[in-house]
């Protein structure tokens, strides 16, 4: 299983920009699926999941009403759709998955410990 993460770029602040995960050889229906950021010199931190059993959604609270996850399994691809960016989301974003089912054994899909798949990385700069 393979994930593409692309979308990232330059934008103002304020503004908006939406990424995408492409998964290759596995199905994002059978997968919990999540996005991670790391901004320079920080570690990396949970931004948002969503569960492959319910749709169930989880966000960390500095997105909250300004950032959507959503998955469309018909053509394979998670998405974060990030609205009123603010310098402070500036980072290298990931897309991460796993097939082993979060809700059946019990792991919480915020944890980046949780995922086995991961992304390559896409860079999302906010300008002041």
């Known amino acids: 299983v393979q994930l593409q993460a692309s979308g990232g770029g330059l934008v103002q602040a304020g503004g908006s920009l939406r990424l995408s995960c492409a998964a290759s050889g596995r199905s994002t229906s059978s997968l919990d699926m999540g996005w991670f950021r790391q901004a320079p010199g920080g570690e990396r931190e949970f931004v948002a999941a969503v569960r492959m059993h319910g749709g169930r959604i989880y966000y960390t609270d500095s997105v909250k009403g300004r950032f959507a996850v959503s998955k469309d399994n018909a053509k394979n691809t998670m998405y974060l759709q990030m609205n009123s960016l603010k310098p402070e989301d500036t980072a290298v974003y990931y897309c991460?998955?796993?097939?082993?089912?979060?809700?059946?054994?019990?792991?919480?899909?915020?944890?980046?410990?949780?995922?086995?798949?991961w992304g390559q990385g896409t860079l999302v700069t906010v300008s002041s």
């Open positions: 991460a998955g796993d097939a082993r089912g979060h809700q059946r054994i019990g792991v919480s899909s915020t944890s980046a410990d949780s995922y086995g798949i």
